[in-house]
């Protein structure tokens, strides 16, 4: 809801967002939904480098 009314997420929400779509608690619908309103709203760098795993992070998510 806060980034289809424009609203920067938090750092934490990103992660968040992005571990849980990792491990499948966000389903695809949910996600393409967000990632329409980052197209529509835009995305600024701050969630380019945190939406963007370092290697081995995502396995570690899906590990633990």
Do not use: H, W
Not at 7 to 22: G, P
Not at 24 to 46: E, N, R, W
């Amino acid at each position: 809801v806060k980034k289809r009314d424009g609203v920067e997420l938090s750092d934490e929400e990103i992660i968040d967002f992005v571990n849980d779509f990792t491990i499948g608690v966000i389903p695809d619908y949910q996600c393409s939904a967000f990632m329409m309103a980052t197209l529509l709203k835009g995305m600024t760098a701050k969630v380019r480098t945190l939406s963007v795993p370092e290697r081995g992070q995502a396995r570690a998510a899906v590990d633990s």
